[in-house]
């Protein structure tokens, strides 16, 4: 069982990881929570893995453990990236540079709530449905597709309005 | 991106969505580390390791300082017939924060099984286990527990939390020593180093203290957290005072702190699982370390792999579904963090 548990992890691991560090905006954090999820994973793989789906669980562990992570509160800032420095580096300052509007998005993507940030993130990256995710967070439907449209409400309204002119 | 609507997955704004979340996973931590940690670990479930060593605390406790005061009964300890008891910590509101479910077998072992603390309902949905024994009171409690079990229970001994700070006074505190000084932000209280006296208020936050490190035995394998070993040198201090008890204080601390059934034999209870040749504890497998709020259609609690887990652990057979936690160890006083 071991064995087979290892294997789930060194398959799995970074796709698990990158999933946390986005959900999370904070690879610490990410690390800290997938680690911790994988010792109790561990435990009870013999039950894991004879379900369907394996993976969809641990990463609802995952989803949950952040969902209920007390101790830190989830970091409001985002890493200088290598597109922004990339950018900072070029003599030539674009404002409708790709990379500066993305990061511009990261940054209101981490500062939503943590459900709404989980339901965007369920949705736009996992492509789940309204109901996968209703099952993931344990919440009804409506109140996902509530999560939903207040989170696009500000990541919309947050645009600059040169940014858009830019774009068109 | 006019016209972007909330299922509308295809717009400007879902596309930069997509790729602020990609650029922000690629900023995911190196795997190695967990990797690392994951294969050295043999990692402790701090709450089954906390499960097992309060268990043993309200039985060593029993053991050490109230059978030798009070056992001057003619009557022998319960004989060697099974016999399945249901255990409870209650915090000071009553709600059940510890509920495990003791097996005492005819040959001399015992096997603990701490249970869930939300119990599934016939559609699905779940309700909070930790609730009933406040809301209901003990019998509902034990048709639950042969619910969810398969177990039948006839008895039940519920001890409130309390109760270690009013045994520590009954013997007049308890000698601990810390090799340095600790402050715990769950309960706010600190400790300072080198031996001291403890008593009252003070002995759950110092036997709860709760920390992320995870040392090892000598041989690697066995977790020792240093909750742990702070519960063992409680106990171990709570022994070497058994001989100041004063029975009066202890059967005042019993009378005050625990409630059963009536027909319990608590000394006799607390006899077997001192002097039991071995105790295995053991958390219910049934994925339910989650919060509460998922709940509703997100946690299933599967009735049947739980009962089969229950009836192969008191039947003696080895499960794979958790680990052993480590025995406690009442020999030397020593210092601990």
Not at chain 1, 101 to 123: G, S, T, V
Not at chain 2, 184 to 205: C, M, N, Q
Request: glycine share 6%.
């Amino acid at each position: 069982m071991r064995d087979r548990f290892e294997a789930f992890v060194t398959d799995r691991l970074d796709r698990l990881l990158r999933y946390a560090t986005a959900l999370t905006c904070d690879a610490h954090l990410a690390q800290d929570v997938v680690q911790d999820v994988l010792l109790r994973a561990q435990h009870r793989w013999a039950r894991i893995e004879s379900m369907q789906a394996p993976e969809a669980y641990v990463k609802r562990m995952i989803t949950n453990e952040y969902l209920s992570w007390r101790r830190r509160r989830a970091a409001r800032t985002v890493a200088s990236t290598h597109g922004t420095l990339d950018a900072l580096g070029t003599p030539v300052a674009d404002p409708a540079n790709a990379h500066a509007e993305r990061d511009a998005m990261r940054h209101r993507i981490a500062r939503l709530p943590r459900k709404q940030r989980a339901a965007i993130l369920l949705r736009y990256y996992e492509d789940c449905t309204d109901a996968e995710i209703a099952d993931l967070l344990g919440c009804k439907a409506a109140t996902v597709r509530s999560h939903i449209s207040r989170a696009l409400a500000t990541l919309r309204t947050d645009e600059s309005p040169s940014l858009k002119e830019a774009m068109t | 991106m006019t016209g972007d609507t909330t299922g509308d997955t295809t717009g400007r704004t879902g596309q930069l969505i997509r790729e602020a979340f990609a650029a922000e996973a690629d900023q995911a931590p190196d795997s190695r580390a967990i990797l690392a940690e994951l294969s050295r670990a043999r990692p402790p479930r701090r709450r089954t390791a906390l499960v097992a060593a309060t268990v043993a605390v309200v039985a060593v406790a029993l053991a050490a300082v109230a059978v030798p005061t009070l056992l001057h009964r003619n009557t022998p300890a319960a004989g060697p017939q099974d016999q399945d008891v249901l255990l409870l910590g209650l915090d000071r509101s009553k709600k059940t924060e510890l509920l495990m479910l003791a097996h005492l077998d005819g040959d001399g072992t015992a096997s603990v099984v701490s249970l869930p603390d939300i119990m599934p309902r016939g559609d699905g949905s779940t309700y909070a286990l930790n609730e009933v024994y406040r809301a209901f009171g003990p019998d509902r409690l034990l048709q639950d527990v042969a619910k969810l079990t398969g177990v039948r229970v006839e008895h039940y001994a519920a001890l409130d939390l309390d109760a270690f700070g009013d045994l520590a006074a009954a013997v007049g505190g308890v000698p601990v020593c810390l090799r340095k000084a600790t402050k715990d932000p769950d309960s706010g209280v600190s400790f300072p180093a080198g031996t001291h006296t403890i008593t009252g208020a003070k002995v759950l936050p110092f036997i709860r203290q709760k920390d992320d490190v995870r040392p090892y035995r000598d041989d690697d394998t066995v977790p020792y957290p240093y909750f742990v070993q702070r519960q063992e040198a409680f106990l171990t201090g709570l022994a070497s005072k058994a001989g100041d008890a004063d029975p009066e204080a202890v059967l005042d601390v019993l009378g005050k702190h625990l409630r059963t059934d009536g027909e319990l034999d608590v000394l006799g209870l607390a006899e077997r699982i001192a002097t039991a040749k071995g105790v295995r504890f053991i958390e219910v497998d049934a994925g339910l370390d989650m919060p509460m709020d998922t709940g509703r259609g997100g946690t299933v609690i599967p009735l049947v792999p739980v009962r089969a887990f229950v009836q192969d652990m008191f039947a003696g057979k080895a499960h794979p579904g958790g680990p052993r936690t480590p025995e406690l160890k009442f020999s030397k006083q020593r210092c601990v963090y």
